[in-house]
């Protein structure tokens, strides 16, 4: 069984004894742009996105904006350590659209996966593939030219959030070109140069509104490379 599915089934067969069980749980909802908790915060919750997607990001003394990941249903995040009241929150975690997620206190999470051995597994499963996606994406950015950052970043999003259409991948989310820019590190002005580029040559397509990808010839042109 899947970790989601592993999740679901236990917080939603019987959401009214788990409340008894772990009182400080909650289902919450946000609304776009909403934020579950602000890099600095002192955050002692656990938060599990039920539904929707929330951005990952960090906020530079320079003032940058680095986007470090986008999560979807499934995933886990807080602080997950003994001190969590007493950690300032590192990152700033915001809704991309409505995002429905549970929030219980780091305790309460800890308790719920000391019985739960299979959760507990799933929730170290998740979190390592998480740390290697984010290595991968350091070492991509750091050794390779943004043209190449920007194909590989556009493939994840395609497995993460696409849906087959007519092009290969439509992204379920709407992405601005300054969003697509925060997630290699880069500048508008550059990203929005290699877009119209990969669309002149048919490795995608855009609207307003909506990014279509050709994962086949993208694919092809980072295995060029």
């Not at 772990?22 to 938060?47: M, T, W």
């Not at 507990?120 to 050794?143: D, G, H, P, S």
């Not at 880069?186 to 509104?209: C, E, K, Q, W």
Request: hydrophobic share 40%; with cysteine; aromatic share 10%.
């Amino acid at each position: 069984m899947s970790f989601d599915k592993t999740m679901s089934t236990l917080f939603e067969s019987d959401f009214e004894q788990l409340k008894k069980d772990f009182p400080s749980i909650q289902e919450i909802n946000v609304a776009n742009k909403d934020f579950l908790y602000r890099q600095g915060d002192h955050c002692a919750n656990v938060f599990w996105i039920k539904g929707g997607i929330v951005k990952l990001s960090h906020l530079t003394t320079q003032g940058t904006e680095i986007t470090i990941a986008l999560l979807r249903k499934g995933d886990v995040i807080g602080f997950l350590g003994e001190h969590a009241a007493h950690h300032a929150m590192e990152e700033t975690a915001q809704a991309l659209g409505d995002v429905d997620f549970y929030r219980l206190a780091y305790q309460d999470f800890k308790a719920l996966l000391s019985q739960h051995a299979e959760l507990a597994w799933y929730v170290f499963e998740e979190t390592y593939a998480r740390k290697q996606k984010i290595e991968r994406k350091l070492r991509t950015i750091l050794t390779q030219p943004v043209e190449m950052c920007l194909a590989v970043a556009l493939l994840e999003l395609a497995e993460m959030f696409g849906i087959r259409c007519t092009h290969g991948y439509a992204l379920e989310i709407h992405l601005t070109q300054q969003d697509v820019a925060d997630l290699i590190g880069a500048s508008r002005p550059v990203v929005s140069t290699i877009l119209n580029d990969f669309r002149s040559r048919g490795m995608l397509d855009y609207t307003r509104d909506q990014i279509c990808i050709n994962d086949d010839a993208l694919t092809a042109f980072c295995h060029a490379k």
